[in-house]
């Protein structure tokens, strides 16, 4: 009888044997920078493959060689990593930053043009605007708000049509929750590619972890990610991934293998130990993001809340949400009445929860996007995407929800005395 088991149900073990390590029920650290061959042609022919001199053979596996090329503890999470995606290969890195900078320069050489999605990550925003125009590389930002028709405009108004060979877009985008149409997105790459020249679709998609949406069902080449936020979900530990289809996959890892930026065996470990719990965190943190919202919504000294789970039909981004994601997601940011001084008011005043950058984790945190993460995005542009004074972002961690109700409401009720006494 078939039965196809689900991501969930393979993370305790998929992609690894006990016969590799004494019947160690757990894949070990393999803590070890070279491997030995067996014979000189072993090692020939491991050489072959990872150099892309030959292809590989039907029933032949890649053979270890060095911890910059592979590694068990990579591969084996990489393999568990395409269980949720659908892809076809992963690769992981030491950082989210290294997974996106490796994109960027892998699929962009000088005189191309990039099309981005307006707002990104400030660290892809600085590597974006300050670092590529540098390498000769044209960028274009655009909005959530932006038509398919102003988007081809756009890159033709440009006279660079047949230069632009990456559309980069983070969706949901971190801190307002503005979403992108990556169907709209796939059907522009479409427009301007030619046989030889294809326009690659690269996705964030850390905001919604591996559960929640899944960019490559919708149209994307490459998926993102920061697996330091729900992938690796403790806060202990920075990493990044890119999975993906095939041919592009294999030019990712092969700029890997040069940049020497993987994630190292111990990363490796650590993730896969992540990804057993990634499921129950997950949905816990998505359960109790909702409460938050709902309680924020209903507090007088809070403004607008951001959060996914709350799109209704007729607002920009319903039909996004319903066609491209499964929930509503463990993030949410509200705008407090006031301005920089009542949200500090609220971040100082917070006793549970932690006031850190960073998201996905176990234990909820709170920033201040416009003086934090975004910090350094041009203001004018904070301004348009709504990154403003009195704006919160929070990311809901597995705690208790009654506790977190509580911390958020005595914190809120810090900001309303601030303000009745100011009056
Ligand atoms: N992408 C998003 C959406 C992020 O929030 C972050 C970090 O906060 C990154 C990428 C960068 O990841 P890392 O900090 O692992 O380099």
Same mark, same amino acid.
């Given at each position: 009888?078939?039965?196809?088991? !689900? ?8 992609? =690894? ?60 999470? $990489? ?10 290969? %992963? ?14 320069l $892998? ?13 990104? =990550? ?14 000769g ?10 038509? +398919?028709?102003?988007l081809?405009?756009? &890159? ?58 899944h960019?490559l ?23 990044? %991934? ?5 041919d ?32 129950? !965190? ?7 993001a ?27 981004g ?12 463990a993030?949410?940011?509200?705008? &407090? !009445?006031?301005? +920089?001084r ?10 549970? &929860?932690?006031?850190? &950058?960073?998201?996905?984790?176990? $234990? ?8 934090? *993460?975004?910090a ?11 990154? *403003? ?32 006494? !100011?009056?």
């Amino acid at each position: 009888m078939q039965h196809s088991f !689900r991501p969930e149900s393979l993370m305790m073990g998929y992609g =690894y044997h006990p016969e590799w390590s004494e019947g160690a029920l757990k894949c070990p650290i393999f803590q070890t920078s070279t491997f030995v061959f067996n014979s000189a042609e072993q090692g020939k022919a491991f050489f072959e493959v990872a150099y892309g001199l030959r292809e590989q053979g039907p029933q032949e596996v890649p053979g270890l060689i060095y911890s910059r090329l592979n590694n068990p503890d990579l591969e084996v999470l $990489e393999d568990r990593l395409c269980l949720w995606d659908q892809a076809d290969q %992963a690769a992981v890195f030491e950082s989210g930053m290294a997974a996106i900078a490796t994109v960027l320069l $892998e699929f962009l050489s000088q005189g191309d043009l990039l099309l981005y999605s307006n707002p990104v =990550y400030g660290g892809t925003d600085h590597f974006i605007t300050q670092f590529l125009p540098r390498m000769g590389v044209e960028v274009l930002g655009f909005f959530p708000d932006t038509t +398919e028709e102003e988007l081809i405009q756009m &890159v033709e108004a440009t006279g660079k049509s047949a230069r632009l060979k990456l559309i980069y877009v983070e969706t949901p985008a971190n801190p307002t929750n503005a979403l992108f149409d990556l169907e709209l997105c796939r059907r522009v790459a479409d427009h301007f590619s030619s046989a030889e020249e294809p326009v690659t679709v690269a996705v964030d998609n850390t905001y919604m972890g591996p559960l929640w949406q899944h960019p490559l069902a919708h149209g994307a080449d490459l998926v993102v990610y920061s697996a330091t936020k729900y992938i690796g979900g403790h806060s202990d530990v920075i990493a990044g %991934a890119v999975l993906g289809k095939k041919d592009r996959m294999q030019r990712i890892k092969a700029l890997r293998t040069f940049l020497g930026n993987m994630a190292s065996p111990h990363t490796g470990w650590l993730l896969m130990r992540s990804l057993e719990t990634l499921h129950l !965190r997950m949905n816990r943190q998505a359960e109790n993001a909702r409460a938050v919202a709902d309680f924020l919504r209903d507090h007088p000294v809070v403004e607008k809340v951001h959060y996914l789970g709350h799109l209704q039909p007729g607002d920009p981004g319903y039909d996004i949400f319903q066609r491209q994601l499964k929930a509503g997601g463990a993030m949410v940011a509200f705008d &407090v !009445r006031g301005g +920089e001084r009542e949200a500090f008011a609220f971040l100082n005043g917070l006793a549970l &929860v932690k006031l850190a &950058v960073s998201l996905g984790g176990t $234990e909820s945190l709170a920033q201040h996007p416009a003086t934090m *993460t975004h910090a350094g995005v041009e203001p004018a542009l904070r301004e348009r995407m709504g990154i *403003t004074g009195k704006m919160v972002r929070l990311s809901v961690g597995v705690e208790h929800v009654q506790d977190l109700l509580w911390d958020l409401g005595q914190a809120l009720e810090k900001v309303d005395a601030g303000q009745k006494i !100011r009056d």
